[in-house]
């Protein structure tokens, strides 16, 4: 019926590839090791639940009504205060989750054929927050420790093809579960700030640490030089949508027109009863319980990869936190041929390529260990093995 | 210290006009005529704290996990429902407000330089949610009818530079307060079928009728020829941020990727209030409420105009529903000009050149009802005469 002409960009827009693998998840039966659900396990039901009705209570009239595009003031001052570094609160920006920030992130920074610099793999939501922008991606070769420096100076490009942004995730990256080391932060810092590239440094699973903290963040290292992106969605719960981002003074302003523009404020009743949540120390006694819980389901999950792939020629990463980790197959296979395979035998996981700007990997895929049970990881990496072995066989 | 190279686009984003007055309207004592804020009386505390309280009790878990782009489906169910003609509720999407609507139509219909036409004046922040993808705005020639059939023709557009779309709001405009009549809107429908020209109809003020239904929305005429926009916040509370479109399944799919690029998803604790709160009937119920107490300060303040005002070239739309109405000062007079000698006198509200997209009249002037008493409504507009006195004499 209707012919309209759409934005360019629209043509881009088709169903993810991510969207589909996770509609087959929803089928009884599956254990999904695709998506990236934090365990509801570590939900504070109790605290969400008394929160809203203190806040209710107490502000209920304000909650509900409009206000301002930065943020809930306190709730502003509680992330200064939870980061590392010397924040001023005026620099902090609520969003409606990190997704968001960098929906933001593309607008103040991306024009179209604009040259931006990802990891390789890097974060699929990231590419596809920044899509309507039409930027161009190009990866840049990272090893076990991130983002290569040399080749990130190379990549750089100059004059109008200067990179406007360097995206990364330096802390138990998703997807490969890999953590950027001290001496490659401090490089890449330096690096940025030699080439006065902004480095955009997304930091939601930071908390999820294992057996030591991580490396300070880059914005720690260089607040002026580095936008940085936080979320309460992995410490606490995802449905309520919370992220922020620190910006330097000298675009904090575009941020909050981008971020006004986009859709007025983030919804105050979910700021007010986190705000709540978290005063008086909450995220210390609580975030601790998540970290036993994902490591202990880490440790199976890698357990299980020994004993299940043991003589096939399979890889995989060792993360120190977070929720993912990272599987190469055997030369010659391809992930998303196998996830059918896979599905058949009741799992499901997400195939590697849509993380790539370019060149992708066919070989790799995505694991989450956070959602299914140790039991149910079991289960479903002798599953897996089984998959990669038969696939192996008929080829 | 940063010299960053930012998108073309951040350069124009600018505080905006009105923030900058809605944060003299902070200001003890004054009174504020400027903003859109629904009156807190109307919002239903009682039931937002027991629907809080239900659905933590009995969906806490799902309500805090990450959930669907589309949005909740019960939710979206009610939303089919609550409409007037027959909606699929595969068509709707739930958006964070209604402004993140605005966001995800530039988006999908807007390239850099593509024409859209507005009425004259249109809403601010539609401008402001199409911006990013820096359209060329083009206003249509409004009476008090609404947008004029002749002058839409004739503002089309043709081939490359045809109009991408036409954004309209027919209840109760947000800034004019006026209504498009039956006559006007299905002409408007029928000549934009004829010019392929898709119909943004935002909706966020319908149900606040004062003493009759308006006419049926352009959506219910021509179901595949318009994007319906409508909200939550000014039935129940905007601090929500819920608000949904209604697409026609061709364009649909591309305003679900957007939306999910944007946000991932509108919260859903959020969507499961709402969904609980409005469950059997409540806005049947809550709705003539609102109705009732606007009715009674819109009359406050046309009473107020008509005293005060007298024998002052001034004149005023009379709206018939929503929440705001429409003044233009005498010939040669400058609303922003007024502001100062306003909040002198302790009122405040919003010059109209903001939201004229091109050929701004420096005349006129947003006031709303809503927000202040009608004690307040008395003494603002009292003191907003005195301004004008004052200037006129000064002039």
Redesign the interface.
């Known amino acids: 019926?209707?012919?309209?002409?759409?934005?360019?960009?629209?043509a881009k827009?088709?169903?993810?590839a991510i969207?589909e693998i996770l509609k087959l998840t929803d089928r009884p039966g599956i254990i999904s090791l695709a998506?990236?659900?934090?365990s509801?396990k570590a939900?504070p039901?109790n605290a969400?639940?008394e929160a809203?009705?203190t806040v209710?209570?107490r502000d209920?009239?304000?909650?509900?009504?409009?206000?301002t595009s930065e943020g809930f003031a306190p709730l502003r001052q509680a992330v200064a205060d939870l980061l590392p570094w010397d924040v001023n609160p005026d620099q902090v920006l609520i969003t409606?989750?990190s997704?968001?920030a960098l929906?933001l992130i593309g607008?103040?920074?991306?024009?179209?054929d604009?040259r931006m610099l990802v990891e390789t793999p890097t974060y699929l939501?990231a590419l596809?927050?920044f899509?309507?922008?039409e930027p161009v991606a190009v990866s840049v070769a990272s090893d076990d420790e991130g983002i290569v420096i040399d080749d990130f100076a190379a990549k750089a490009g100059t004059g109008a093809d200067?990179a406007?942004l360097a995206y990364v995730l330096p802390n138990f990256q998703n997807p490969t579960g890999r953590t950027m080391s001290e001496a490659r932060r401090a490089a890449l810092v330096a690096k940025a700030a030699e080439l006065?590239i902004?480095l955009i440094e997304d930091n939601p699973y930071g908390d999820l640490w294992f057996d030591e903290e991580p490396p300070l963040p880059l914005a720690a290292r260089n607040p002026?030089?580095v936008v940085y992106m936080g979320s309460f969605?992995k410490v606490l719960?995802?449905?309520?949508?919370l992220g922020y981002l620190v910006a330097?003074a000298?675009?904090y302003?575009?941020f909050l027109?981008?971020k006004?523009?986009?859709?007025?404020?983030?919804?105050?009743?979910?700021q007010r009863v986190v705000s709540e949540v978290i005063k008086d120390g909450f995220l210390d006694r609580h975030v601790p319980t998540i970290r036993t819980l994902y490591k202990a389901q880490r440790d199976t999950m890698l357990a299980a990869l020994e004993r299940e792939m043991a003589g096939l020629d399979v890889q995989w990463t060792r993360p120190v936190g977070g929720m993912f980790l990272w599987v190469t197959l055997p030369e010659g296979m391809n992930a998303q041929n196998l996830l059918a395979a896979a599905v058949e035998r009741k799992v499901a996981f997400v195939p590697g390529a849509p993380f790539y700007a370019d060149n992708a990997d066919p070989r790799t895929l995505r694991l989450s260990y956070v959602t299914a049970s140790s039991d149910e990881i079991n289960t479903a990496i002798a599953a897996l093995a089984d998959a990669i072995r038969s696939t192996l066989a008929g080829a």
């Open positions: 019926m209707t012919n309209w002409t759409l934005a360019a960009r629209a827009m088709n169903p993810s969207r998506g990236g659900l934090p509801p939900f039901l969400f639940t809203c009705a209710m209570a209920g009239a304000s909650a509900l009504q409009y206000s409606t989750g997704q968001q929906d607008k103040v920074f991306l024009d179209k604009s939501g596809q927050a899509a309507p922008q200067k406007r006065n902004p002026e030089g969605s719960a995802p449905g309520l949508r330097p000298a675009v302003s575009k027109q981008a006004q523009a986009a859709d007025l404020h983030t919804p105050g009743f979910n």
